[in-house]
Nanobody
Framework: VQLQASGGGLVQAGGSLRLSCAASGRTFVDYPMGWFRQAPGKEREFVAAITRRPGDTYYADSLKGRFTISRANAKNTVTLQMASLEFEDSAVYYC?????????????????????WGQGTLVTVSS
């Protein structure tokens, strides 16, 4: 699976941004997908994840209510809609795919359980 993230950019605090991740491969529907982010000098952190079907979702507690993950299996894409952005949301955002496996929150939020990664897209929120 090859992943291509896009949609990053510069946005003012309080604004919104929509990130997309396009996946190659006919088996996209079989892969749980996740978004992670990494700010300079910080570790990569979990943002959100979505299972295969019917698409249960998981979010970092601090981001619930502001971020929404969704997937369109027919289009091989997963989207992260971000609202009410804050300066602290500035980071490189990565999409990732898991080979089918366990499905529970702590497993889905651990970057070590993801097998494929996109190249990242930069989000900069100006205060």
């Amino acid at each position: 699976v090859q992943l291509q993230a896009s949609g990053g950019g510069l946005v003012q605090a309080g604004g919104s941004l929509r990130l997309s991740c396009a996946a190659s491969g006919r088996t996209f529907v079989d892969y749980p997908m996740g978004w992670f982010r990494q700010a300079p000098g910080k570790e990569r952190e979990f943002v959100a994840a979505i299972t295969r079907r019917p698409g249960d979702t998981y979010y970092a507690d601090s981001l619930k209510g502001r971020f929404t993950i969704s997937r369109a299996n027919a289009k091989n894409t997963v989207t992260l809609q971000m609202a009410s952005l804050e300066f602290e949301d500035s980071a490189v955002y990565y999409c990732a795919a898991q080979k089918p496996g366990p499905v529970y929150a702590s497993y889905m939020s651990d970057p070590r359980n993801y097998d494929y990664w996109g190249q990242g897209t930069l989000v900069t929120v100006s205060s």
